[in-house]
């Protein structure tokens, strides 16, 4: 019998109203801010957008904001931030968008799971990235190398369904140039932009 999965999207659509002052100590808003900060001009596509926390402050830097998440929840409360912004509800395995559209593809606290196949997603963040644009990504980054209370707090993630993931790796294998900036012990900004060839 296959384990449920926690965090699914009729969880986010019970606790959408109340998501933000829940989770506001776990997941730090000046992370976020600090995403917007390193956002180039143009528009932004936030994947699994949440509660349109990080689309506030993109759309208050002058980018044209869409976003999409599984909960029909999250999204109504991302509207009522940022009503200007093109919000769908849409699976990150299959980004409802074309081809090269966004100057910003970003997703922040939402990777980490483990039931999550990381290397589609990011094929798809890849796929709607124009060639010029960049990928953001605020979550737990894979260390080259884990010491013991790595090993320790890796496994009592896993309760909550939360692993690190090799972002970097990933990315580097698909023709980008990652730049890593730690933020707290769990958490790094990962700032990717695509190779240009000669």
């Known amino acids: 019998m296959a384990k449920k999965i926690i965090w699914d999207s009729n969880l986010y659509n019970k606790i959408a109203s109340i998501y933000d002052i829940v989770f506001s100590l776990f997941l730090p808003k000046k992370y976020r801010i600090k995403v917007v900060e390193s956002l180039i001009p143009g ?29 029909k929840g999250m999204i109504k409360q991302a509207s009522k931030k940022v009503p200007e912004a093109e919000l769908r509800e849409g699976n990150y395995y299959k980004i409802p968008y074309d081809n090269g559209m966004f100057d910003n593809v970003v997703s922040t606290y939402a990777l980490g799971g483990t039931k999550i196949d990381i290397e589609k997603v990011l094929s798809e963040m890849i796929r709607v990235c124009k060639p010029n644009g960049q990928i953001i990504i605020l979550d737990w980054q894979k260390k080259l190398k884990e010491n013991l209370l790595d090993k320790v707090f890796i496994q009592i993630a896993r309760i909550t369904e939360d692993t690190p993931k090799d972002f970097i790796k990933i990315l580097s294998s698909n023709g980008f140039k990652p730049e890593c900036r730690k933020q707290s012990y769990t958490y790094s900004i990962i700032i990717a932009s695509k190779i240009n060839k000669k």
């Open 43 to 71: 528009n932004v596509l936030d994947v699994a957008c949440g509660s349109g926390a990080l689309l506030l402050h993109a759309n208050k830097k002058g980018l044209k904001c869409y976003g999409i998440d599984l909960s």
